[in-house]
């Protein structure tokens, strides 16, 4: 197995040349060329779409981006070297943010993902790999936290129109959110009401006793970690 590309590395021409293969081959930029997973979420706001390439950049650079979200985080490996230098060069916001498509969202995600909408400069893209899981949370928290969007309809962000497979084991991050959804009813809370989740958050909400329970489907893991190998 090959070591992770270092900076110093991607500086070279040798470097360079693996970082592109990394993005285009390893990391199926190639197929994205084909299907191109990108979506409105709020009207000339926000968009959703999976790993850019630098060219990529640019084309939302002239759309009038100012800012791109990187829900990978900041793991050095060439795809991030490419996405850095494009940003920088094109004198766009390059926020590393990371989110998971295993795991029901942590109180710390949900606590600073409503701090980043707030705070960053719009319009601006997020993006994940391959534009289904990982997007699809964030979107939905963009419009129920920062949008006033009900949560459930909000919870449309996160379906197989855009590649999310709740069968899965990425169907942990439903099964957090219709948790909550379940005790709103419950105790009569309107699914708009941003406070009233924040409380729940600090005061029921168990991410990882939440992902012990969740059950995904044999057919769901198999089409989520070996057929589209998300990550």
Known sequence: MATPLTRDE??????RKRAWRELMLGDHGVLRKIYDNTHEVSAEKLWRTYQPSPRDL???????????????????NGILFLEEEACKRLELNLINFRVYSRDAPSKEILRNARKMFSK????????????????????TLFLFLHEGEALDRAL???TFKYGHVKHG??????????????????????????????????????????????QPTPI??????IILRRE
């Open 10 to 15: 991607f500086l070279t021409s040798a470097g």
């Open 58 to 76: 640019a084309d939302w650079k002239k759309r009038g981006i100012r800012t791109v979200i990187n829900l990978r985080g900041d793991k050095p």
């Open 120 to 139: 960053i400069e719009y319009p601006a893209i997020m993006h994940c790999k391959s534009g289904a899981d990982r997007a699809g949370l964030m979107a």
């Open 156 to 158: 449309d962000q996160l």
């Open 169 to 214: 084991k990425t169907g942990v991050i439903d099964f957090a959110f219709d948790r909550y959804i379940a005790y709103a009813k419950d105790n009569n809370i309107s699914l708009s009401d941003v406070d009233a989740f924040f409380d729940w958050v600090e005061t029921e909400y168990d991410p990882e006793q939440t992902k012990k329970e969740f």
């Open 220 to 225: 769901g893991t198999l089409l989520t970690d």
